[in-house]
């Protein structure tokens, strides 16, 4: 099939050799389930597949991941209707992009997408540490150290898995007990692209030890109400993580 004229900006195309050469490489799919019949298969579509997107390996494979409509709706057991419209939408927030003649592909942020969108989360998340401290009560604050208990005194390595669904959880909680709802409306899709981020590099580097005692020096200073440090933690935490990338992740370029 020709791609002549066909340049998108996260959609890099295979040449005729290169697939030959790859052939034997297996691309990252979505796990998906049958959807039971109901009045809503566009949103049940809609969430299904964001889900799918998000908990894939989208990052460190470097073979486009091309989204079948048609083998999507037979796995759901639906028409090919509300999986179209669930695909619009999901090209609308920026996870998938439609490529003429060729299909649907699921979005990969370049290197600095990705540093934007750290650099964005920081401001977003730091406000809501400064929020936290000023709104939060003591048991919601204490939910945070909750979260890391498993994983103190040698835990962590063991149950790396664990501890990053622990971390997105965590920084999900901060912007939850902000109490803010436009800032959590704001951070809500932003956070979905940062998840898949955050799970590709919580393994590189020595970035999980550095991460948890990070969280633990944001909890003690949420603990103390200390508004100024608090804030000023979360926003390096944040940056820091941009920095990794900056640094780290030549997979994204």
Aim: charged share 30%; glycine share 4%; aromatic share 6%.
């Amino acid at each position: 099939m020709s791609t002549k004229g066909v340049s998108p900006r996260n959609v890099s195309p295979r040449s005729r050799a290169g697939s030959m050469a790859r052939a034997t490489s297996v691309s990252p799919r979505p796990n998906l389930a049958p959807i039971e019949e109901s009045p809503s298969f566009k949103h049940k579509a809609y969430a299904a597949l964001k889900n799918a997107i998000v908990a894939m390996d989208v990052y460190h494979s470097r073979d486009d991941i091309r989204l079948d409509e048609r083998k999507l709706a037979q796995d759901f057991g639906i028409s090919r209707t509300p999986v179209r419209e669930a695909m619009a939408q999901l090209e609308s927030e920026g996870f998938v992009r439609s490529v003429p003649r060729r299909g649907i592909y699921v979005v990969r942020k370049t290197k600095q997408e990705v540093i934007e969108m750290i650099t964005a989360w920081a401001a977003l998340e730091s406000m809501a540490a400064r929020l936290i401290t000023i709104a939060a009560t003591d048991d919601e604050i204490e939910s945070l150290r909750d979260m890391f208990a498993a994983f103190i005194d040698g835990g962590l390595r063991a149950h790396l898995d664990e501890y990053s669904d622990a971390n997105i959880e965590f920084h999900q909680t901060i912007i939850r007990l902000s109490k803010n709802q436009v800032l959590i409306d704001l951070a809500a899709n932003l956070f979905t692209h940062m998840r898949m981020i955050r799970r590709t590099t919580i393994g590189e580097k020595d970035r999980a030890d550095r991460s948890i005692k990070d969280h633990m020096a944001i909890i003690e200073a949420l603990e103390a109400r200390d508004t100024k440090r608090a804030e000023q933690l979360v926003r390096d935490h944040a940056l820091g993580l941009a920095d990794h990338v900056a640094k780290f992740a030549h997979y994204l370029d």
